[in-house]
């Protein structure tokens, strides 16, 4: 059965320049991916070791007992990467998967990075496509290693000799040692420079079904998330911060709140109050008797329609330019026809079920931190930057995420929690409730595209133009990645349009919300806000040529049949052009993305009053090589329920500078009862690894809305759809 361990911290006074040499540098479609090599001495528990398991690379260690541990790079927030990312390993090193104890990696950006990201980071669909080659290279290097420690002892050439399920065998003699047995004699064998890796047709594990290696600990209940740490002593602390975004607290009656039975102190801050207890209940009743008052500050009177107001000023004005080809602001007025829109889309929460949490035990000298996170390494730095403590000092330990979406990764809530643990002694667990959780979100932002395309004669689009107003995450996360004022994010579906156009204008304006509402990604970054605009309008110039949907955009993608092909089989899986009752209505859309090509088509029902059903979704995927099909399937089904949630009923709105919405009363989502039935297809097209963790959500929102305007003829370009539907 497959395990998995907490990761192992470096001890006090480990150096970076403990980790010798490179040993990996393969440049794969523009990106340098690396494999660090530690050094023989292996990190066990929390000390150096010379008895020490063979340790060939960062990724992989070997014991004796032949115990072979993969030090796990990502986290797993539900995405399958406890599985996939193994089956990497497994499939090189020649080993069972189901007996890989998988451990979690310190943080260190260094050693650890996502080599598309430039940092120990689980996001933007990249585990698979970033660590396809560094995981095989690992496991590949570590079975050259053991095949030659094999050899030597029996004083045969190694190519004699094959590595299978866990030993080497001789292959004349049917000789044979368990990997545990030759780990010493491997560790003393020099790394090799380079090593062959399987050809795909001589996979065993990828491309295959496997099941999910971390099911069995979430549901006997041993998987451990950061809300499960337990450690002697724990305190709990639950936080109410101004409900006013920005304001900041005026007062609190402390006396009543540590009259609570179990409540053992009150933390001030600037702009909240935490009561630490010894359990939530007893914390959040403390909580209720301080009864804190706030002052609400210049944000009192702020609502949604004010910040619409600001975007859409702003959208008038021009733009950083993120792409320019021809002259499609001549072309468009020289068109035979002209289309303009208007997009909206609002605010979101992530929402996820793990409630937002972090455990710190604070002294003088040290801080330990429980938590689970997207970016340990990140964290870790900016709590040194916090405290004024040294790496060394600060200790990280993460866990599984009950859900991420982005919301993960941002560390405000760890430096929260520090901030609360500084005026305790002994560990404190501070857990956000629903309500806090919701209302004070780090939310996706609020988008407002403006569009107009120029038709010819036969409709096809001579000119497209396309402003982007909305907040830059980007500009406040890594400003080195902004380009001229363009927030790489933002534009990303828009400039990097799969379809041939002769004329295309794209530009970004900063548009930021009111103070103290920050931003950032959500469930398919850029690529699903920018998905939803261009789809919906595509399919609007589609309508406006009096042509087929599916038909106008293959017109356009002669240059990407990989788009072309998905879109093409989800029409034909749906029975696309075959007639539907009244009411009912099939819309498709195309994502292109995270190097994956995705196409939906929806079937949905609009009743009168405006109640739009989804019935069948058809997904189409390829992603290129696939390691576990599996994985990819349950991801484009969660996909569609997630975004299918958003653009029916997610929306974030803010009255009195107070975000409306407090639990999923009124921040919906979908039902079991309202799942439509969802069939997804696999094309295998031997291409690179694409991602797969968000393009099922891009790709669904316009197909659900082009869909509704087949069955109403009403566009919808405001998100969500709510009542829109209504028919008069």
Known sequence: MNTIRPGL?????????????????????????????????????????TDAPFAPNAFLRIGRDGTVSFVMPMIEMGQGTYTSLPMLIAEELEVDVDKVVIEHSPPDDKVYANPLLGAQITGASTAIRSMYVPLRRAGATARVMLVAAAAQAWGVDPATCVAADGAVVHSATGRKLQYGALVDDASKIPLPADVPLKDPSQFRLVGKPHHRLDISGK?????????????????????????????????????????????????????????????????????????PQWDAGANAKVSSADIVAQLAKAAEMSGAVAKHVGDPVAAIPRAARRVDAVYEQPFLAHATMEPMNCTVHFTKDSCEIWVGTQIPGLTQ????????????????????????????????????AVQVARQDE?????????????????????????????????????????????????????????????????????????????????????????????????????????????????????AAAGKDPVAYRVALLAKSPRAANVLQRAARASGWGAKLPAGQGRGIALCT???????????????????????????????????????????????????????????????????????????????INEVPTIDVELVDSGEAPGGIGEPGTSCLMPALTNAIFAATGKRIRKLPVGQQARRA
Request: aromatic residues 8%; glycine residues 10%; negative net charge.
């Open 9 to 49: 911290l470096p001890p006090a006074g480990f150096s970076r320049r403990s980790f010798l040499k490179i040993t990996v540098a393969t440049a794969v479609e523009g990106g340098l991916l690396l494999g660090l090599g530690l050094p023989a001495r292996a990190m066990v528990s929390d000390t150096l070791t």
């Open 219 to 291: 549901v006997d209940g041993s998987a451990t998330f950061g809300i499960d740490v337990r450690l002697p002593g724990l305190k709990f602390a639950v936080l109410a911060t101004s409900p006013v975004l920005g304001g900041t607290l005026a007062s609190l009656d402390e006396k009543k709140a540590l009259a609570v039975p179990g409540v053992t102190q009150v933390v001030r801050l600037d702009d909240a109050v935490a009561v630490v207890a010894r359990h939530t209940w007893a914390a959040k009743q403390g909580l209720a008797a301080a009864d």
């Open 381 to 416: 730095s900016a709590v040194m930057r916090q405290t004024g403590l040294t790496r060394e000092r600060v200790r990280l330990h993460n866990h599984l995420l009950g859900g991420g979406f982005g919301r993960r990764l941002e560390y405000d809530g760890t430096l929260r």
């Open 426 to 542: 002994g560990p404190v667990q501070v857990i956000w409730t629903r309500e806090e959780d919701i209302q004070h979100d780090m939310y996706r932002p609020y988008y407002y595209d403006r569009m107009s395309a120029g038709l010819d004669e036969h409709g096809a689009p001579q000119a497209w133009w396309h402003r982007i107003t909305g907040s830059s995450i980007v500009a406040r996360y890594n400003p080195a990645w902004m380009r001229g004022g363009v927030d790489p994010d933002a534009v990303e579906a828009s400039e990097n349009l799969p379809y041939e156009l002769p004329n295309l204008h794209v530009e970004y304006v900063r548009q930021e919300p009111l103070t103290g509402m920050q931003t950032t990604w959500w469930r398919g970054v850029g690529v699903t806000r920018g998905t939803f605009a261009v789809e919906t309008f595509i399919d609007e110039l589609a």
């Open 593 to 671: 993305g995270f190097g994956s090509f995705i196409a939906q088509v929806v079937h949905a029902n609009v009743d009168k009053d405006g109640t739009v059903t989804p019935m069948h979704v058809w997904c189409v995927v390829d992603c290129g090589l696939q390691v576990n099909p599996d994985t990819i399937r349950a991801q484009m089904e969660s996909g569609v329920i997630f975004g299918l949630s958003a653009a029916l009923f997610g929306e974030i709105t803010i009255k009195d500078g107070r975000v409306e919405q407090t639990n999923f009363g009124d921040y919906r989502v979908l039902r």
